[in-house]
T-cell receptor
Framework: NAGVMQNPRHLVRRRGQEARLRCSPM?????VYWYRQLPEEGLKFMVY????????ESGMPKERFSAEFPKEGPSILRIQQVVRGDSAAYFC???????????????FGPGTRLLVL | KQEVTQIPAALSVPEGENLVLNCSFT??????LQWFRQDPGKGLTSLLL?????REQTSGRLNASLDKSSGRSTLYIAASQPGDSATYLC????????FGRGTQLTVWP
């Protein structure tokens, strides 16, 4: 059973472009979490999704950021019109369980390092 | 709002030392506390999970304790090795994971 996969591992974008980050959860996992780690900061929760549903997006910036987890295919975190402050490591985690147990049984991917020039 | 603080931010020690990493949290309503290891360019690996009803957990050379009343958790690493070099993160779970900034540990031979 492969672990959580994220791609690309590194992404460079110029200001104003779009960034698409992909996360394939572990097989059998239907719960996906996205986190952002800014330089010199801890990981911050962004959004929690189940298949085809956004359950909690309270950690997502109100503008330019969106997330989806379609019935088929990976979860996508999309950042429109990127700015330099979006440069960070974005981690995805998946779980086979619903909260609250699912919160403590998250398996993390290797992350995508986004650099905005 | 849950705030998680880790001390020290960085630690550099010679091989063989016993280490103490500290984590404090503001909201005692967490229902568990996890310690993770983060290696450069890689994801997080869960090391220990302490349920709110427990006081400590042990795995090999690692021992983590939890004192909810004081809002503190401590990770002990016995007989440190160069392979222990990584960033150690603690996270409180209260509906979601709240992470500290981590302690960057370097163990030199």
């Amino acid at each position: 059973n492969a672990g959580v996969m994220q791609n690309p591992r590194h992404l460079v974008r110029r200001r104003g472009q779009e960034a698409r980050l992909r996360c394939s959860p572990m097989k059998g996992h239907s719960h996906v979490y996205w986190y952002r780690q800014l330089p010199e900061e801890g990981l911050k929760f962004m959004v929690y999704l189940q298949k085809e549903n956004i359950i909690d997006e309270s950690g997502m910036p109100k503008e330019r950021f969106s997330a989806e987890f379609p019935k088929e295919g990976p979860s996508i975190l999309r950042i429109q019109q990127v700015v330099r402050g979006d440069s960070a490591a974005y981690f995805c985690a998946s779980s086979p369980l619903s909260p609250p147990r699912g919160v403590e049984t998250q398996y993390f991917g290797p992350g995508t390092r986004l650099l905005v020039l | 709002k849950q705030e998680v603080t880790q001390i020290p931010a960085a630690l550099s020690v010679p091989e063989g030392e016993n280490l103490v990493l500290n984590c404090s949290f503001t909201d005692s309503a967490i229902y568990n506390l996890q310690w993770f290891r983060q290696d450069p360019g890689k994801g997080l690996t869960s090391l220990l999970l302490i349920q709110s009803s427990q006081r400590e957990q042990t795995s090999g050379r690692l021992n983590a304790s939890l004192d909810k009343s004081s809002g503190r958790s401590t990770l002990y690493i016995a007989a440190s090795q160069p392979g222990d070099s990584a960033t150690y993160l603690c996270a409180g779970a209260g509906g979601r994971l709240y992470f500290g900034r981590g302690t960057q540990l370097t163990v030199w031979p």
